[in-house]
């Protein structure tokens, strides 16, 4: 089973390669086998449609976008701000990692938002689960605050806006973490 879940992973990590190069609509079966260095055919008998293969692939995002966030706090506990800042830092695309995680989570939401059988699958709750934790977080922070969903929700937004903006050149990563920290200022001061 260890060596089924690793050659899955590294299936995942071909597809993800792919994508954050040139994009998730040139991430198809065979450029992911190509690039994985496997057949066609291994790929298709570990994921029977490319569905299964970015879902699997977004969940690795996931995961790792995770544990990039908890390597920050290991040797100290963290305040709510601080918190809230590591998330929607991780989320900007500000190295290769992040870079691929908003290319790619961005480009299956576009894909779900015209294809039902994406938008159905659990994996389109993350965003809500993140509204509810962040929501969370600022009332640790501000409990003061009157509508925390509806500030979770400005951020996540801003944080999304500002991602696409260094995606596409309009700012680089710097600028748009000022602007972040601006917000996190003005909320969590």
Known sequence: MADRERRRREIADA????AGERGLHAATMRAVATEAGVSLHLVQHYFETKEQLML???QQLAERMAERVRRRFASVEPRPRDVIEAILTEALPTDAESRTFHLVYTSYAVLAATDPALAAHPFMAAPNAMEDFLTAQLGKARPDVQ???L???ALLAMSSGLG???LLGQRDAE???SVLRHQ???LCP
């Open 147 to 149: 509508d925390l969903r």
């Open 56 to 58: 699997f692939a977004l």
């Open 151 to 153: 500030e979770a929700v």
């Open 15 to 18: 597809l993800l390669r792919v």
């Open 164 to 166: 696409t903006s260094v």
């Open 175 to 177: 600028d748009a973490l």
């Open 184 to 186: 996190l200022d003005r």
